[in-house]
């Protein structure tokens, strides 16, 4: 058989139309062979006048290739047909044939990982979508670029009207297309939802029932929801079944990668940074940074106390902030943020942490880019830029709120960093066998004064006891040799 399209046989000519047809909401999904079909064939030279027919064979193929994950050629498929957005040569075209093959181009961009694209091809299928089914297709694709790129008050919008669609057809749950109920789990993780999160997974399994690609998405929108729960055993288990299962093979590259860096995040979480760094160090960012896998790779150097390091690996993020997704740019602007601050450049920390904040305040707000950042570091940031930006005042409060949740535990490594100087000295002494009035007389304060400072050093660890501190601790100042180490910490009120 022919694999151009245009050439080709009568039974492939067969297959565009079904495809075509199922592409539109209402007719059923299109079935996965023929998919498999359209994304090994050429949809040939873009044609010197448009047709109908010649737009059903380019949206089939892009689409195809985006559900079949045939993302090899990249963009060149779309810039063999479109430029700037538009198409290269005059139409003919329907106003619905238009419309759905800006739709296919729309998810083509975002699954090859160019989503502020995706997003404007969508919206050009918007433009000429004439009945509620046309406006539906176009808004699945619109609200998962939107969500990517972080422009979350757009992308709620595009979810409203595609769900109010839905309802006013009778509530289908198979016109729920995967791009916008993947669209909904990232819209969904902006408010740290995890109970959200598990619903917005099982609609997609009752959407798509059958369907491994949607079925692996699933999965990867639980591994995010047990993270966010902290139910790391969970996600620990649910990611290796994915990554390593034969469901991976019928898996798309963008929700694969979403997973390579949750799985990460669940390693950092149970202090399995050398794994995470492996699971990493085996990933490819793609050009566009949908998925950072440099972003990820800083939450585990910031978990290391390797500042420096982190700044070094993300300078290339923040230099081409025009072909950086802004959905991975944020926390990247956040982790620097606190690497600034722990090498003592508070301008640059306070700087980095304002650019943060005024990409969540202009895109929507999420609470996100405070994932994995110790509370102590995060509450200082935020205490920085409130001295400046009073106008930030209300996202800042919404960060605070979400703190708890978000925040890392304390390493020894952030420990380190959080202690004033002499909370550091004071911790050479919590290390030892002395209590908390003898350490009171060593050091000629008040007992009150001890107990207040030592307070300050539980509140930045997160800790509320002395032997759940000790391991933070030890280490931080210099060995006390007059003094021996504790062993165990006495019973005492005061301790």
């Avoid at 422009?151 to 595009?158: D, K, P, Q, S, V």
């Avoid at 060593?442 to 509320?464: A, C, D, E, F, P």
Wanted: charged fraction near 20%; charge should be neutral.
């Amino acid at each position: 058989m022919d694999g151009s399209v245009g050439n080709g046989s009568s039974a492939l000519r067969a297959v565009v139309a079904q495809v075509a047809v199922r592409l539109t909401p209402g007719h059923g999904q299109p079935l996965a062979r023929h998919l498999s079909l359209l994304s090994e064939a050429d949809p040939g030279p873009a044609p010197a006048v448009w047709t109908d027919a010649d737009a059903a064979r380019v949206s089939t193929v892009l689409a195809a290739r985006a559900r079949q994950d045939a993302l090899d050629d990249g963009m060149a498929p779309l810039t063999r047909y479109f430029v700037e957005g538009r198409l290269r040569h005059p139409s003919a075209l329907s106003a619905g044939a238009r419309a759905g093959l800006f739709a296919s181009a729309a998810e083509y961009a975002t699954a090859v990982g160019w989503p502020r694209i995706g997003a404007q091809y969508a919206s050009e299928a918007l433009l000429f979508a004439e009945s509620p089914a046309e406006r539906l297709r176009a808004l699945g694709p619109l609200t998962l670029a939107l969500a990517l790129n972080a422009e979350f008050t757009a992308a709620r919008a595009a979810h409203a009207e595609a769900r109010r669609i839905v309802d006013e057809r009778g509530g289908d749950p198979a016109e729920l297309s995967h791009d916008l109920l993947l669209g909904q789990a990232m819209l969904v993780v902006t408010g740290a939802d995890s109970v959200a999160l598990d619903q917005t997974a099982d609609e997609l399994d009752a959407a798509q029932p059958g369907d491994p690609s949607a079925s692996f998405t699933a999965g990867m929108i639980r591994v995010t929801a047990a993270f966010i729960a902290r139910d790391l055993t969970r996600g620990r288990a649910l990611s290796q079944h994915l990554l390593h299962g034969s469901a991976r093979g019928r898996s798309r590259r963008l929700v694969r990668d979403l997973l390579t860096g949750a799985y990460s995040g669940v390693l950092a979480l149970l202090d399995e940074t050398a794994e995470a760094h492996r699971v990493l160090d085996a990933a490819v960012t793609q050009p566009g940074h949908t998925v950072c896998f440099a972003m990820y790779r800083a939450a585990l150097l910031l978990q290391e106390g390797r500042d420096r390091e982190l700044i070094a690996s993300t300078d290339a993020c923040v230099t081409l902030p025009e072909e950086h997704c802004l959905g991975s740019l944020t926390p990247v602007l956040t982790r620097r943020a606190v690497a600034f601050l722990r090498i003592g450049e508070e301008q640059r920390a306070a700087t980095s942490m304002e650019s943060a904040l005024l990409l969540v305040a202009r895109t929507g707000g999420s609470v996100m880019p405070l994932l994995m950042i110790p509370r102590v570091e995060a509450e200082r940031l935020l205490d920085l830029v409130a001295r400046t930006r009073t106008d930030f005042a209300d996202t800042i409060e919404e960060m605070r709120h979400f703190l708890p949740m978000l925040a890392s535990k304390a390493t020894a490594a952030t420990a380190a960093a959080a202690l004033t100087p002499t909370e550091r000295e004071l911790a050479g002494l919590l290390v030892t066998e002395l209590d908390l009035a003898e350490i009171a007389r060593r050091r000629h304060v008040s007992v009150n004064t001890v107990k207040t400072q030592v307070r300050s050093i539980y509140t930045k660890l997160g800790v509320s006891r002395r032997s759940d501190a000790l391991p933070l601790l030890t280490g931080l100042a210099p060995a006390r040799p007059d003094i021996a180490p504790v062993t165990p910490i006495r019973s005492s009120s005061a301790s």
